[in-house]
């Protein structure tokens, strides 16, 4: 039982680089989302995703794409990549119950330095 | 839009003694989800303890339990018989209809032995 499955762990990029962070989940979750944790901000929402075709922005979005293609795979898209992104980025998963979400399982996350 | 708040940014407690965590939140909702999550310095999220609004009965996890006072949009977290491992960044969260999840800015608790 993976739970969910990201990667890198830890990943140092030059200004202006771009990459992908993935993130994998093995528990049919409808929801999946990316957040960034930078430190005395707690973790904040970048893009989700209510399911296979559908994402959406969240609280900062600007300079991230994602796309769901399946249920199970969400990745997260740097695409010129900034020192205002360095930060640990978390990628979580998570099913609705009742009309409203449930408990968050989160990847181990990624500790992402931009130089 | 939701929002939580931790105001406390860093506590301190004695090992074997009981400590407890504040988080207070702001929704129209009436049915959600709250939890606390622990991070240690490994840096994964950790489930502490959940509780839904509907149920009027304060969520135990062994040494971990809750103080829940819905219509005051309070979630406290209350830690018994405080251990070395409990030493850690925890956070408090809402999530609801949307399934978005908020967090706190979280609270960085040291236990001293």
Redo the contacts between chains.
């Keep these: 039982n993976a739970g969910v499955t990201q990667t890198p762990k830890f990943q140092v990029l030059k200004t202006g680089q771009s990459m992908t962070l993935q993130c994998a989940q093995d528990m049919n979750h409808e929801y999946m989302s990316w957040y960034r944790q930078d430190p005395g901000m707690g973790l904040r929402l970048i893009h989700y995703s209510v399911g296979a075709g559908i994402t959406d922005q969240g609280e900062v979005p600007n300079g991230y794409n994602v796309s769901r293609s399946t249920t199970e795979d969400f990745p997260l898209r740097l695409l010129s990549a900034a020192p205002s992104q360095t930060s640990v980025y978390f990628c979580a998963s998570s099913r609705t119950s009742g009309g409203k979400g449930t408990e968050a399982f989160f990847g181990q996350g990624t500790r992402l330095t931009v130089v | 839009a939701q929002t939580v708040t ?1 105001s406390q ?1 860093e506590m301190s407690v004695q090992e074997a003694e009981t400590v407890t965590l504040s988080c207070t939140y702001d929704t129209s909702e009436s ?3 709250l ?1 606390w999550y622990k991070q240690p310095p490994s ?3 950790i ?1 502490v303890i ?1 509780q839904e609004a509907y149920k009027q009965q304060n969520a135990t996890e062994n040494r971990f339990s809750v103080n829940f006072q819905k219509a005051a949009k309070s979630f406290s977290l209350k830690i018994s018989d405080s251990q070395l491992g409990d030493a850690a960044m925890y ?1 408090c ?1 809402y ?12 609270i960085t608790l040291s236990v001293r032995p």
Excluded: E, I, V, W
């Design positions: 931790q940014p049915d959600y989800y939890f840096r994964q999220m489930l959940r956070f969260a999530t609801g209809a949307n399934s978005k999840l908020t967090f706190g800015k979280g």
